[in-house]
């Protein structure tokens, strides 16, 4: 036990170290726990290693528990229940409301934004290496959208206001929950071993009807359950009574960890379970300021994540030219495809969008920052994707998630000159 607090100690000292510094330079906190993950992994000297000095193993496919490989397996535990957290936090970013509402613009954004990227990895890894389960993968990564860096690039600008960031939000939210689709199609024909019309149907429609479900639910049912709570609330109030409160946060928890559980067990990713049961709480996330006690779980526990992606990651295998070669292949291709897509899409959704509206909009959809990560890490866990895949997804997703935000930035000033000009009123 000893060895093991000392362990997980070092290593959340070891995430918050690197998320503090990174931060420094303006970039995601995320790069920097990658970042130490990666060091931790393959620093050493001789037949020393920090990994054996921190007592970890981390045990290949088929090889037996250690003592070290126990501690590890502690570690992957925290940093799944982080990632189920981290999706729960983006759900409750994801009002029914916005997600129905979000303009043709936004739609076609979202939707040309996924079919190309998904595409575009597909081919690659086709023309790579032929394996199916490699490519699915690949272009399931590569559909990703980070929705919560793009949200904080926007709201530090303060123009969450403009007819562009809007459609960016929206589109992003689109995608995620397209991209949860197609995540559970592609981990379901993983999981089968083969890939059939019948299976790839089968699960498609698991993965809509349980998506419709909980938007209907959110639109219909959960409003009707907070007026019966809060008038019940109100009466024993009126009536000089101590009314009995729900503690929401804990609701909240077993309702994630339960659709968690229930998204596994129809062979759906656990994330996806908890990105929807998040959305059962949007609407009323604020009210009840279920975001920022989430969020302090959620940095706890990601923090752990986000070390073991960079404790998976073989830097000596980025060493191979034709794994660099295709490392910058996929990340020029995921940015590109994001590029394009999301900035036709909108377009043809919105003809009064100019060019600089696209080009902020392309732009805006291409950080794949933590989603592109979790798919990897779920592609690699069911061994349906291999060791240098996952470091070149991984890299694709900090690449892009590092080039994205001062592009946007930039075009943002672009545009909106005005909201940066220093005006007579200004002055002191």
Same mark, same amino acid.
């Given at each position: ?29 995320? &790069? ?184 209907? &639910? ?211």
């Amino acid at each position: 036990m000893l060895q093991l607090l000392f362990t997980m100690a070092v290593l959340f000292i070891c995430a918050r170290i690197g998320s503090a510094l990174v931060s420094r330079f303006g970039l995601p906190g995320l &790069i920097g726990e990658i970042v130490m993950g990666i060091v931790i992994a393959n620093l050493s000297f001789g037949d020393w290693s920090l990994l054996s000095a921190l007592d970890i193993v981390i045990p290949g496919p088929g090889e037996e528990a250690t003592s070290g490989s126990d501690i590890y397996t502690v570690v992957t535990v925290f940093a799944e229940l982080g990632v189920i957290f981290l999706l729960f936090s983006v759900g409750l970013e994801t009002k029914v409301s916005d997600l129905l509402g979000s303009g043709k613009a936004a739609l076609l954004a979202a939707v040309l934004g996924v079919l190309l990227p998904f595409m575009c990895g597909i081919a690659i890894i086709m023309a790579v290496d032929g394996s199916m389960n490699h490519a699915l993968f690949m272009g399931a990564a590569m559909v990703a959208t980070s929705v919560g860096i793009t949200a904080r690039i926007i709201k530090d600008m303060k123009l969450m206001d403009t007819r562009e960031a809007r459609i960016i939000i929206a589109a992003a939210v689109i995608d995620d929950v397209l991209g949860m689709i197609v995540l559970a199609v592609v981990n379901g024909i993983a999981g089968s071993g083969e890939i059939s019309i019948l299976d790839i149907i089968t699960i498609t429609l698991q993965a809509v009807v349980f998506v419709i479900s909980v938007i209907l &639910i959110c639109k219909h049912i959960i409003p009707r359950l907070y007026d019966y709570f809060r008038n019940r609330y109100d009466s024993k109030v009126n009536k000089g009574k101590v009314p009995y409160s729900v503690n929401k946060l804990v609701l909240a928890i077993i309702v994630c960890l339960s659709m968690s559980a229930f998204a596994e067990f129809i062979g759906l990713a656990a994330i996806i379970g908890a990105f929807l049961a998040g959305m059962l709480f949007a609407e009323y996330a604020w009210e009840w300021d279920l975001e920022h006690k989430v969020e302090s779980i959620t940095t706890f526990l990601i923090s752990f994540f986000f070390l073991n992606v960079g404790l998976q990651v073989d830097i000596f295998a980025l060493t191979d030219v034709t794994v660099l070669v295709l490392v910058i292949i996929i990340i020029l291709a995921a940015l590109i495809t994001k590029y394009i897509g999301c900035g036709m899409g909108a377009k043809l959704g919105d003809k009064d969008l100019d060019k600089d509206g696209m080009n902020i909009i392309g732009v805006g959809m291409m950080p794949r920052g933590e989603v592109g990560i979790i798919v990897a890490s779920i592609g690699l866990s069911s061994g349906a994707m291999s060791s240098e895949l996952y470091a070149v997804v991984v890299l694709m997703s900090v690449m892009t998630t590092i080039i994205a935000p001062p592009i946007l930035s930039k075009l943002f000033r672009k545009k909106y000159q005005e909201q940066y000009r220093i005006m007579p009123d200004d002055r002191i």
